[in-house]
T-cell receptor, first 115, second 113 residues
């Protein structure tokens, strides 16, 4: 079975500072990894995904993530955050079981940007 | 514009009543999913459907039921057997063979008192 652990439930940072949101996963099968963002009272939007190839993945809004197989991690980074980045961020791992995709989410990290 | 529509946005029910949450998509996606979101617990899979007239239980299916009579629609019924139904419910869909990113609706917040 696969699982996802987001190591920080809340991360406060100042505007224009860099940020890293940590995600570790476990899986007994090949993994595909995603980061989603959720603004208050809305659904989730895809930030980026790792399916194969380059381990450094670039996404929308200036975010990027690095897949590290040896450390089973997929940390999300942004070099300079903006007030509008305040949201909850979810890491997810997808496993393909009997042809069906099951996406398992971490508990979420609430990112708060202070002016 | 293509997307997933969940209605209503807020729903209030008395304990013991069944309630149905609507999810409609015009993205022509084959697969649809229902997730439940509780504070600090992330999203948990309730049911999913890969094709019309077929669906499978997710990790927390007890107390819920679904149907998939049309490709565009995947309604979720929260029955009186669900012991703690108050939550934020999210519907999602995806196209093509996995792995594929999910597209989400804006959710329905259900409050049962």
């Amino acid at each position: 079975a696969q699982s996802v652990t987001q190591l920080d439930s809340q991360v406060p940072v100042f505007e224009e500072a860099p940020v890293e949101l940590r995600c570790n996963y476990s899986s007994s099968v090949s993994v595909y990894l995603f980061w989603y963002v959720q603004y208050p009272n809305q659904g989730l939007q895809l930030l980026l995904k790792y399916l194969s190839g380059s381990t450094l993945v670039k996404g929308i809004n200036g975010f990027e993530a690095e897949f590290n197989k040896s450390q089973t991690s997929f940390h999300l980074r942004k070099p300079s955050v903006h007030i509008s980045d305040t949201a909850e961020y979810f890491c997810a791992v997808s496993a393909i079981i009997q042809g069906a995709q099951k996406l398992v989410f971490g508990q979420g990290t609430r990112l708060t940007i202070n002016p | 514009d293509g997307g997933i529509t969940q209605s209503p946005k807020y729903l209030f029910r008395k304990e013991g009543q069944n309630v149905t949450l609507s999810c409609e998509q015009n993205l022509n996606h084959d697969a649809m999913y229902w997730y439940r979101q509780d504070p600090g617990q992330g999203l948990r899979l309730i049911y999913y459907s890969q094709i019309v007239n077929d669906f499978q239980k997710g990790d927390i299916a007890e107390g819920y039921s679904v149907s998939r009579e049309k490709k565009e629609s995947f309604p979720l019924t929260v029955t009186s057997a669900q012991k703690n139904p108050t939550a934020f419910y999210l519907c999602a869909s995806s196209i093509g063979a996995p792995p594929r990113a999910l597209h989400f609706g804006n959710g329905t917040r259900l409050t049962v008192t």
